[in-house]
């Protein structure tokens, strides 16, 4: 079993989570992740690795349905059922110049090491993060930390520019800024738009792929898409890819394969029920 | 064999078969001859002592009879279950050449179950702890038969599995109607009892290597058994459609992730109406049985040969019939087709006719040209069989594989790597789970011989790896 050690709600639905597993902390690269599960009758699921630390790694997970939402209602002390890692190729990371680094939602959290390791290779940092709200970002100062330069974008322009990353990217590249490498973490539409960006002015671009995933060693095909034409396992042969190569269209297709089932799931679940029920009655006697 | 009737039980997940009271256990053990030379036993991958066994199934001595399948198959509930009798014991019984052979399969079974249901396991006697330790790559058959073996033999044995539960393809690939997973959890129990160490969500090649269990963490030897996990596609067009999945997710779903009972167990796995599975081995039958009970209305297998050369099992083809599975042979998909949302609504297939044997000594299957049909499908599994799983030879280059990816060993399991041995699908390709056991067991053999140096008249001393080309 794995210990959570420290969980915390950053901003709503984005927790902060350091769990206790020896061989994921030694071994865990910028760019892998591990899979989890809360319980035995939990799905497994694939979290990016962010920080690792002596015997324990961080995550930071978006709570969307039955088993993030498992995971949320655990506290501190509590263990996991399953960890397995550290699993997928590591990021590329190279000397390549001044490098562009776009995180959205969970993703903020998951450039991070990226942005790191990129720094520590004597890369020129730009990060541009976004998020709906202001008070959905979270992360700040540590990325500001290993940037050269810092954008925020808000849909409803709380803070920062009002937009996406690729809004602030756009602008930037049309301001003058000549970027050597973009890589891009967050949801499937936000990596494909500014992969979509970054094309026409040829700078290789890497995303993170976030495909529905089962084993996450590579025998059950789960998590294919056709990159460049040809069929990749995002477990085994990523989760990092040419941006440019990616058929997003299958691969966004390929993601709402079970909306129907995360529906009967969420809704007919009793451990979020009585998740609910506490949360507006207090702790129950059963 | 009393089974549950075909409408019955293609609603639930049972075993088919009941299994035989003790009466008719001792009926059919008395019709075994008592062959002087056993045909049966030249028959059996792993060498079981069966005519010993079927003796004290006669005398009323169950338990006795599943201790003497022990001494050479750790796995008799497994193997009572899912062995291809048909083309091993029971081919070559004597019995079977004028009448029909002795149902060695349910015997096995029927004492292996009589012993672990009456709820005391006997711990057979363990030699001393010799000092020497062994990683075992894999909790499948051939993994857990290396550790039994060594154990008894006095190695402090540890499996690293990447699966939160162990017995691999036991687990993963075998439905719960054909092999209950309380069968394999109570093997493995059986295995930790006897000091076999399993540590679970450990993925060899990437929390840690082979170079550093044999040096950093002392293991004196190491052995491979992660099997054939790479799934295997046509290569068609659709195939990334939703609804389309391989054998290996599919069933991995539905046995290891329990995705029969959902929603009380999480993962979810698409429920078809209309159902194709892709193949025509033991895993194809797995998956269209799985799906009707799963409810599907109408399953449909589409398999390029004819039914004599079909791979399965011929208990669980004749089982697929009865519970109404449609057989489209000497078919092929060339396309799958799916609507605006990307769900597969459709597969073209192609007619093929029977030609010259191919390398497997089957009649080859020719396409003919501009015949096609349609058939509609909501749910679409391809069963065509599993490649070597790369992890482990791309992370240990000393590790010398074919071009197909599956690991080169010696005849008795040695590969080019010193004291590193493998067996089981990994290196011969996707097989059965006894042919798996049956090289576990001479890999054991094989690490006894090299470490302790005791020998074995299966031994060879020299490491005759087969040539690069071979």
Known sequence: MYEIVEKREEVPNIHRLIIREPNVAKKAKPGQFVILMPDEKGERIPMSIVETKKDTFTIFMLELGITTGKIANMHAGEQLYAVAGPLGRPAEIEYYGTVLLGGGCYGIGAIYPLAKALKAKGNRIVTIIEARSKYLIYLEEKLRAVSDEFYIATSDGSRGTNGHVQTVLDRLIKNGHRFDHAKFIGCTYMMMNCSNITAPYRIPTRVALNTIMLDGSGMCGCCRVSVGGKIKFACVDGPEFDGHQVDWAELMKRKAAYQEAEMISYQTSPHICRALIESYFGESDE | MNEQPPAIRVKNFEEVPFGLTPEQARLEASRCLQCKRPKC??????????????????????????????????????????????????????????????????????????????????????????????????????????????????????????????????????????????????????????GVEIKYNHVIGKCKTINELLTRDGFDALFIGVGAGLPRFMNIPGENLNGVYSANEYLTRSNLMKAYLFPDYNTPVIKGSKVIVVGGGNVAMDCARTALRLGANKVTLVYRRAREQMPARAEEVHHAEEEGIIFKLLANPVKIIGDEQGNVCRVKCQNYTLGEPDASGRRRPIPIENSFFELEADLVIIAIGNNANPLIPQSTKEIKTNKWGNIITDPIGRTSMKRVYAAGDIVTGAATVISAMGGGRLAAKAIHFDLMGVSDPMITTACQLPKEDE
């Open chain 2, 41 to 194: 036993v030249e028959g059996c991958p792993v060498q079981v002592q069966i005519p010993d066994f079927i003796a004290l199934i006669a005398e009323g001595k169950f338990v006795e009879a599943a201790c003497k399948i022990k001494e050479t198959n750790v796995l008799p509930a497994v193997c009572g279950r899912v062995c291809p009798q048909e083309t091993q014991c029971e081919a070559t019984c004597i019995l079977g050449r004028r009448h029909e052979p002795v149902a060695i399969g349910y015997l096995e079974r029927f004492c292996a179950d009589f012993e672990r249901l009456g709820g005391h396991v006997e711990l057979p006697k363990k030699a001393k702890p010799n000092g020497k330790k062994v990683a075992i790559v894999g909790s499948g058959p051939s993994g857990l038969t290396v550790a039994g073996d060594l154990a008894l033999l006095g190695y402090q044995v540890t499996i690293f599995e990447a699966f939160h539960k162990g017995g691999g393809v036991l687990v993963y690939g075998i439905p719960e109607f054909r092999l209950p997973k309380e069968i394999v959890e109570k093997e493995i129990h059986y295995l930790e009892r006897l």
